[in-house]
């Protein structure tokens, strides 16, 4: 069965390609400025923008009806590391600027946050798909899961192009072939 959680866990492998990248970069201190602005580009459009957006505005308030509550428990923990995940990226984007205007130490910076997004989303990617969602999949019916899928799609209709995400999962593929990244996404 096609479930709103297993959409969500899809996206997570798209997100955990784009972290590999983001790791790889780091290690090398790979300063390749267009690079690291078209992630910052996937993360605000797609792994926020989508990903977190599905969450926040769909997923997360239909747990609230079956008793999951936003203030506390695995979906407080879940929006709080959404705020960190947003302030990490605006970490990288401000020192993108700095070092594009010629304080190459900003690159320090942009690391360093690149760093703290990659472990912060990689422990969050395992609470969601291993504990909160499994915890919604043993609350959530067969018609409630179609119809929060329905409700995704609907969203992605609305926020995106014809081809929706497609177009981020394949500057995701871009960066991954063109830095040669193996497959760890499962690490």
């Not at 390609?17 to 390749?32: A, C, G, H, Q, Y």
């Not at 900003?106 to 395992?126: P, Q, T």
């Amino acid at each position: 069965m096609n479930t709103a959680t297993g959409n969500l866990e899809d996206d997570h492998v798209h997100i955990l390609r784009l972290i590999d990248v983001m790791e790889f970069i780091t290690l090398n201190k790979i300063s390749d400025v267009n690079h690291l602005e078209i992630i910052v580009d996937i993360i605000r459009n797609f792994a926020d923008g989508l990903h977190h957006a599905k969450e926040e505005n769909l997923f997360f308030p239909f747990l609230a009806t079956k008793g999951f509550s936003p203030q506390e428990g695995p979906v407080a923990i879940m929006l709080n590391e959404h705020v960190q995940g947003r302030n990490f990226v605006k970490g990288i984007s401000d020192n993108i600027i700095l070092y594009k205007n010629g304080n190459k130490s900003a690159s320090v910076e942009i690391y360093r946050n690149m760093n703290g997004y990659s472990d912060l989303l990689r422990n969050h990617i395992a609470k969601e798909n291993n504990i909160l969602f499994r915890m919604a999949d043993n609350v959530l019916s067969e018609s409630e899961h179609n119809q929060l899928l329905y409700r995704f799609g609907e969203f992605e209709k609305v926020h995106y192009s014809s081809s929706g995400p497609k177009d981020y999962i394949k500057m995701i593929e871009n960066l991954v072939t063109f830095y040669e990244i193996q497959d760890q996404a499962s690490q």
